[in-house]
Protein backbone atom coordinates (compact mmCIF):
# COMPACT_ATOMS: atom_id res chain seq x y z
CA UNK A 1 0.00 0.00 0.00
CA UNK A 2 3.03 2.55 -0.39
CA UNK A 3 2.19 5.49 -2.60
CA UNK A 4 4.84 5.54 -5.19
CA UNK A 5 7.19 8.37 -5.24
CA UNK A 6 5.96 11.36 -6.93
CA UNK A 7 2.49 10.65 -7.15
CA UNK A 8 1.62 13.49 -4.12
CA UNK A 9 4.28 16.12 -4.40
CA UNK A 10 5.79 19.88 -3.20
CA UNK A 11 3.16 21.61 -1.25
CA UNK A 12 0.57 18.93 -1.43
CA UNK A 13 2.19 16.73 0.75
CA UNK A 14 1.30 19.26 3.45
CA UNK A 15 -1.86 17.72 3.88
CA UNK A 16 -0.40 14.29 4.19
CA UNK A 17 1.53 15.71 6.83
CA UNK A 18 -1.32 16.94 8.73
CA UNK A 19 -3.35 13.37 8.28
CA UNK A 20 -0.79 11.23 9.37
CA UNK A 21 -0.48 13.64 12.60
CA UNK A 22 -4.11 13.42 12.92
CA UNK A 23 -3.78 9.73 12.64
CA UNK A 24 -0.97 9.56 15.47
CA UNK A 25 -2.90 11.90 17.75
CA UNK A 26 -6.04 9.21 18.13
CA UNK A 27 -3.13 6.44 17.89
CA UNK A 28 -1.83 8.17 21.25
CA UNK A 29 -5.39 8.84 22.92
CA UNK A 30 -5.94 4.97 22.41
CA UNK A 31 -2.46 4.26 23.61
CA UNK A 32 -2.88 6.44 27.08
CA UNK A 33 -6.16 4.42 27.59
CA UNK A 34 -4.59 1.10 26.59
CA UNK A 35 -1.80 1.59 29.25
CA UNK A 36 -4.32 3.34 32.07
CA UNK A 37 -6.32 -0.16 31.67
CA UNK A 38 -3.34 -2.87 31.33
CA UNK A 39 0.11 -0.92 32.43
CA UNK A 40 3.19 -0.09 30.19
CA UNK A 41 4.74 -3.23 30.38
CA UNK A 42 1.60 -4.99 28.48
CA UNK A 43 1.57 -1.82 26.18
CA UNK A 44 4.79 -1.97 25.20
CA UNK A 45 5.48 -5.53 24.85
CA UNK A 46 2.57 -5.54 22.14
CA UNK A 47 3.82 -2.66 20.64
CA UNK A 48 7.62 -4.34 19.86
CA UNK A 49 5.71 -7.66 18.71
CA UNK A 50 3.66 -5.89 16.18
CA UNK A 51 6.91 -3.66 15.20
CA UNK A 52 8.13 -6.50 14.42
CA UNK A 53 5.40 -8.31 13.00
CA UNK A 54 4.54 -5.56 10.20
CA UNK A 55 8.16 -5.04 9.45
CA UNK A 56 8.09 -9.08 8.34
CA UNK A 57 5.18 -8.28 6.58
CA UNK A 58 6.35 -5.50 4.40
CA UNK A 59 9.92 -6.43 3.76
CA UNK A 60 9.47 -10.63 4.03
CA UNK A 61 6.19 -11.49 2.97
CA UNK A 62 5.75 -11.18 -1.36
CA UNK A 63 4.91 -7.66 -2.02
CA UNK A 64 4.78 -6.58 -5.58
CA UNK A 65 4.03 -2.59 -7.45
CA UNK A 66 0.54 -2.15 -8.73
CA UNK A 67 -0.31 0.51 -10.40
CA UNK A 68 -0.13 3.42 -8.04
CA UNK A 69 1.06 1.74 -5.24
CA UNK A 70 2.05 -2.18 -4.02
CA UNK A 71 0.12 -4.94 -3.08
CA UNK A 72 1.01 -5.67 0.78
CA UNK A 73 -0.47 -8.69 3.07
CA UNK A 74 -0.86 -5.98 5.81
CA UNK A 75 -2.74 -8.38 7.95
CA UNK A 76 -4.28 -5.35 9.96
CA UNK A 77 -7.35 -7.44 11.26
CA UNK A 78 -5.32 -9.68 12.50
CA UNK A 79 -2.96 -7.26 14.53
CA UNK A 80 -5.66 -5.49 15.69
CA UNK A 81 -7.63 -8.99 17.20
CA UNK A 82 -4.40 -10.51 18.93
CA UNK A 83 -2.58 -7.31 20.42
CA UNK A 84 -5.78 -4.55 20.25
CA UNK A 85 -6.23 -1.13 18.56
CA UNK A 86 -3.60 0.90 20.58
CA UNK A 87 -0.56 -1.78 19.98
CA UNK A 88 -1.21 -2.45 16.42
CA UNK A 89 -1.80 1.26 15.25
CA UNK A 90 2.01 2.33 17.08
CA UNK A 91 3.32 -1.25 15.29
CA UNK A 92 2.03 -0.63 11.84
CA UNK A 93 3.67 3.06 12.50
CA UNK A 94 7.20 2.24 13.77
CA UNK A 95 7.27 -0.94 11.22
CA UNK A 96 6.49 1.53 8.21
CA UNK A 97 9.05 3.88 9.99
CA UNK A 98 11.84 1.06 10.41
CA UNK A 99 11.25 -0.12 6.79
CA UNK A 100 11.82 3.37 5.44
CA UNK A 101 14.54 3.86 7.02
CA UNK A 102 16.50 0.77 6.28
CA UNK A 103 15.15 -0.28 3.30
CA UNK A 104 13.03 1.95 1.24
CA UNK A 105 14.56 5.59 1.69
CA UNK A 106 12.85 6.75 -1.46
CA UNK A 107 9.56 6.12 0.63
CA UNK A 108 10.55 8.61 3.79
CA UNK A 109 8.53 11.79 2.29
CA UNK A 110 5.25 9.62 1.98
CA UNK A 111 5.44 8.48 5.28
CA UNK A 112 2.60 10.74 6.21
CA UNK A 113 0.07 9.44 3.72
CA UNK A 114 0.86 6.06 4.02
CA UNK A 115 0.81 5.92 8.27
CA UNK A 116 -2.96 7.63 7.31
CA UNK A 117 -3.73 4.56 4.79
CA UNK A 118 -3.06 2.20 7.72
CA UNK A 119 -4.65 3.66 10.51
CA UNK A 120 -7.55 4.84 9.60
CA UNK A 121 -8.70 2.04 8.67
CA UNK A 122 -7.68 0.15 11.86
CA UNK A 123 -9.37 2.78 14.18
CA UNK A 124 -12.66 1.58 11.71
CA UNK A 125 -12.35 -2.28 12.67
CA UNK A 126 -12.30 -0.91 16.41
CA UNK A 127 -15.46 0.92 15.26
CA UNK A 128 -17.03 -1.66 13.38
CA UNK A 129 -15.97 -4.66 16.45
CA UNK A 130 -18.19 -3.29 18.85
CA UNK A 131 -20.28 -2.83 16.43
CA UNK A 132 -21.02 -6.88 15.46
CA UNK A 133 -18.93 -8.67 18.10
CA UNK A 134 -20.87 -9.26 21.87
CA UNK A 135 -19.19 -7.56 24.61
CA UNK A 136 -19.47 -10.63 26.32
CA UNK A 137 -17.29 -12.84 22.94
CA UNK A 138 -14.23 -13.27 22.96
CA UNK A 139 -11.92 -12.84 19.69
CA UNK A 140 -11.12 -16.24 19.69
CA UNK A 141 -14.57 -17.15 19.25
CA UNK A 142 -15.39 -15.10 16.34
CA UNK A 143 -16.79 -16.47 13.31
CA UNK A 144 -16.11 -16.34 9.61
CA UNK A 145 -18.40 -13.52 8.50
CA UNK A 146 -17.45 -11.27 11.34
CA UNK A 147 -13.69 -12.01 10.56
CA UNK A 148 -14.92 -11.41 6.75
CA UNK A 149 -16.64 -8.30 7.85
CA UNK A 150 -13.14 -7.05 9.54
CA UNK A 151 -10.59 -7.50 7.41
CA UNK A 152 -12.76 -6.67 4.70
CA UNK A 153 -13.73 -2.88 6.27
CA UNK A 154 -9.26 -2.92 6.65
CA UNK A 155 -8.82 -3.20 2.85
CA UNK A 156 -11.27 -0.95 1.75
CA UNK A 157 -10.24 1.25 3.88
CA UNK A 158 -6.54 0.83 2.13
CA UNK A 159 -7.63 0.74 -1.22
CA UNK A 160 -9.75 3.73 -0.87
CA UNK A 161 -7.17 5.72 0.98
CA UNK A 162 -4.70 4.89 -1.84
CA UNK A 163 -7.11 5.55 -4.12
CA UNK A 164 -7.48 9.30 -2.37
CA UNK A 165 -4.09 10.20 -2.80
CA UNK A 166 -3.04 9.02 -6.10
CA UNK A 167 -6.49 11.15 -7.48
CA UNK A 168 -5.37 13.72 -4.72
CA UNK A 169 -1.69 13.71 -6.09
CA UNK A 170 -1.98 12.92 -9.96
CA UNK A 171 -5.38 13.83 -11.05
CA UNK A 172 -8.59 11.96 -12.88
CA UNK A 173 -6.65 11.43 -16.04
CA UNK A 174 -7.69 8.00 -17.64
CA UNK A 175 -4.22 6.75 -17.29
CA UNK A 176 -4.23 7.07 -13.87
CA UNK A 177 -7.60 6.39 -13.00
CA UNK A 178 -6.56 2.14 -14.74
CA UNK A 179 -3.84 2.32 -11.93
CA UNK A 180 -6.04 2.54 -9.51
CA UNK A 181 -8.44 0.39 -10.53
CA UNK A 182 -5.52 -2.14 -11.34
CA UNK A 183 -4.16 -2.03 -7.69
CA UNK A 184 -7.86 -2.39 -6.55
CA UNK A 185 -8.41 -5.48 -8.33
CA UNK A 186 -5.05 -6.71 -7.09
CA UNK A 187 -6.14 -6.53 -3.39
CA UNK A 188 -9.20 -8.43 -4.02
CA UNK A 189 -6.58 -11.63 -3.13
CA UNK A 190 -5.84 -9.91 0.11
CA UNK A 191 -9.48 -9.42 0.88
CA UNK A 192 -10.04 -13.19 0.21
CA UNK A 193 -6.61 -14.51 1.92
CA UNK A 194 -6.93 -12.73 5.00
CA UNK A 195 -9.95 -13.42 6.51
CA UNK A 196 -8.77 -17.19 6.44
CA UNK A 197 -5.42 -16.08 7.92
CA UNK A 198 -7.43 -13.98 11.09
CA UNK A 199 -9.56 -17.49 11.48
CA UNK A 200 -6.24 -19.70 11.72
CA UNK A 201 -4.39 -17.40 13.88
CA UNK A 202 -7.41 -17.15 16.30
CA UNK A 203 -7.61 -20.90 16.35
CA UNK A 204 -4.30 -21.53 17.42
CA UNK A 205 -4.42 -18.73 20.25
CA UNK A 206 -7.77 -20.66 21.34
CA UNK A 207 -5.51 -24.14 21.34
CA UNK A 208 -2.95 -21.73 23.33
CA UNK A 209 -5.83 -20.82 26.26
CA UNK A 210 -4.35 -20.27 29.46
CA UNK A 211 -1.00 -21.39 28.29
CA UNK A 212 -0.53 -17.64 26.68
CA UNK A 213 1.13 -15.13 29.27
CA UNK A 214 -1.17 -12.38 30.49
CA UNK A 215 -0.17 -8.71 29.01
CA UNK A 216 1.02 -10.67 25.77
CA UNK A 217 -1.95 -10.21 24.40
CA UNK A 218 -5.14 -8.15 24.33
CA UNK A 219 -7.18 -9.33 26.80
CA UNK A 220 -10.02 -9.51 25.07
CA UNK A 221 -8.55 -12.15 22.90
CA UNK A 222 -9.60 -14.83 25.23
CA UNK A 223 -12.33 -13.06 27.39
CA UNK A 224 -15.29 -10.92 26.88
CA UNK A 225 -15.07 -7.36 27.67
Known amino acids: MHIEPGIVTGAKLVLSYATGIAAGGVALKLAVETVR ?12 ATTGLVFTFFQVLPHFPVGVSEVHFILGSTLFLLFGAA ?60 ALALSTTYQAGVVAWVAFW ?43 RGVTAPGLVTPRLHNGA
Open 37 to 48: AQGVGSFATRTL
Open 87 to 146: PAAFGLAFGLLLQGLLFEPADLPQYGMNVTTLLVPLFAIQAIATRIISRNTAYVDLKYGQ
Open 166 to 208: ALYGSGFAMSNLANIATFAASYALVIVIEPLADLAVLALAKSL
